[in-house]
């Protein structure tokens, strides 16, 4: 279920980092392989490279209670109570607070991934959201502009962690 349609963007978190960050069901470990530049189960308890930020299942009922803190009267329902008590599956919600729930689900992961791979020292995958199926992703001038626009938006932080190609830096005209 990484596919959620608020939050950060349009997009969906990449699959590997979802399941890493969510998958807090049984005894799996997942490390971030920095060859590969992916998230995968540990092959065994010795294996190379950071631990990922799996959740546990207190700092999931967490996320519900602080998703559920924030639903207006109005929209509250004794089926909102029962899942964010219980280990329910999001299905259980009624469909207005089940798309708000995804929306706030993956805010979290992703506010988790990007303060990990910051804790980490490791820049965080240019991929790490990808466009969902169905959603064409810009192209051309509107891609170029959005570029643009997020490249005004960003800290001076960001901007040092953006990666260019070195042949568009050849490119370039002094």
Known sequence: MADTTSGPSQARIR?????????FSGDEKYVWDQNGLVARRASEASDPGPDMPTITPEQFTGWKKAFAGGV???????RLNEWTERRLPASFLPPHLKHRWNGHLKVEVHKRLLDWFEAQNLAAPTDLLVARDGIDAPAGPDLRQRLIACLRLMSQEELERVQIPASVLLRLKP
């Open 15 to 23: 699959t590997d980092l979802w399941r890493a960050v969510l998958d």
């Open 72 to 78: 207006d009267d109005g929209d509250r329902d004794e």
